[in-house]
């Protein structure tokens, strides 16, 4: 074999292990989402060694998807950390063996803090099983590791799991794009769907018109403004839109007559229009939809904020 075999073999050896947790699903996952979902607290997740690296993804994925959670480490408890447990909280404890004793050395302490134990273990005939208020069954056939030692396709399934608990509760929660963007500021995904129009549109200098302006006069402002559009106004008030696009229609059509023509003639008398806390990810919605590019930012009253331009929208 070479040794692109080898990792052929391995990632067979992973893919298949997660798929075998599939049959393995049974009421006490159901009882698990459960107990996280009416979590008062938070959950706290805990495991030793690979379990714990394990354990601390799946407590940042739940956090990062609506559920308070963070990872302690089982041999802090017993200098301090138990502290951070109280009534109402829930715990899951990792455990391939479900025999580790720094982590059973805890459990009674949990128990008699009233605080219900979601274990995640290779073996539901463990101690961590017998002690846990539901159990999650981790078994693999072996691991894919040659040697069928170091934890290879269990931490792959255990990490999986993970994951399908995360998932189920974003779906009992109804968790939407705009919740996973309060979690995540920083990202693109979370700018988008956070900033509003109100934080990029232009409002200098904008290309502002009237209905009866000459058409020869109004191609000076909008070259002007440079955005390719002019703002109609009536009473202050937004009453009309022009582009590139209309004046050089309206080119070919009237010819000679054009520099006769008005703006009321050629303008879109209903532009589109977002308040100044309309969301980003909402614009390039309407943008895309109706293939413009540019959409005004108006008050409840018509009057004219500001502009959003395709470019604006670029986070």
């Known amino acids: 074999m070479t040794t692109r075999d080898y990792a052929i073999q391995c990632l067979r050896d992973e893919a298949d292990a997660v798929l075998g ?35 601390a993804k799946i407590a940042a994925t739940l956090a990062s998807t609506g559920t308070p959670s963070f990872f302690v480490n089982p041999l802090d408890v017993y200098h301090g950390d138990l502290g951070v447990m109280a009534q109402g909280d829930v715990v899951v404890a990792i455990s ?21 134990i979601i274990g995640m273990s290779g073996n539901p005939e463990s101690l961590l099983a017998k002690y846990s208020t539901c159990h999650l069954s981790i078994k693999v056939d072996k691991e894919a590791c040659p040697l069928n030692l170091a934890p ?18 974003m779906e009992r929660r109804n968790f939407r794009p705009q919740d996973f963007a309060q979690f995540h500021p920083g990202g693109e995904l979370g700018k988008r769907l956070l900033t509003t129009a109100a934080d990029v549109m232009l409002t200098d200098n904008l290309p502002i018109l009237s209905e009866q302006m000459h058409l ?19 009473d202050g008030r937004i009453c009309g839109l022009i582009t590139d696009g209309d004046i050089r229609r309206a080119m070919e059509k009237w010819q000679a ?12 008398r209903s532009p589109k229009m977002v308040g100044p806390q309309a969301k980003i990810a909402d614009i390039q919605k309407i943008m895309n939809e109706h293939k413009i590019h540019n959409v005004l930012v108006a008050d409840s009253e018509h009057h004219l904020l500001g502009i959003v331009d395709r470019y604006a929208c670029v986070l």
């Open 257 to 268: 007559e054009f520099f006769d023509r008005t703006v009321g003639d050629i303008m879109t």
């Open 152 to 169: 290879t396709s269990s931490t792959t399934a255990t990490l999986a799991l993970g994951d399908a608990l995360a998932v189920a509760l």
């Open 96 to 116: 391939n063996s479900g025999q580790t004793d720094e982590l059973l050395r805890f459990i009674p302490m949990v128990l008699h803090m009233e605080i219900p």
């Open 216 to 234: 020869g006069e109004a191609i000076i402002l909008v070259s002007k403004g440079k955005l390719g559009l002019g703002v109609a106004l009536a």
């Open 21 to 55: 947790l599939i049959p393995q699903l049974d009421a006490d996952f159901d009882r698990a989402v459960e107990l996280i979902l009416h979590c008062k607290g938070k959950v706290i997740v805990t495991g030793v060694g690979k379990s714990g690296h394990i354990g």
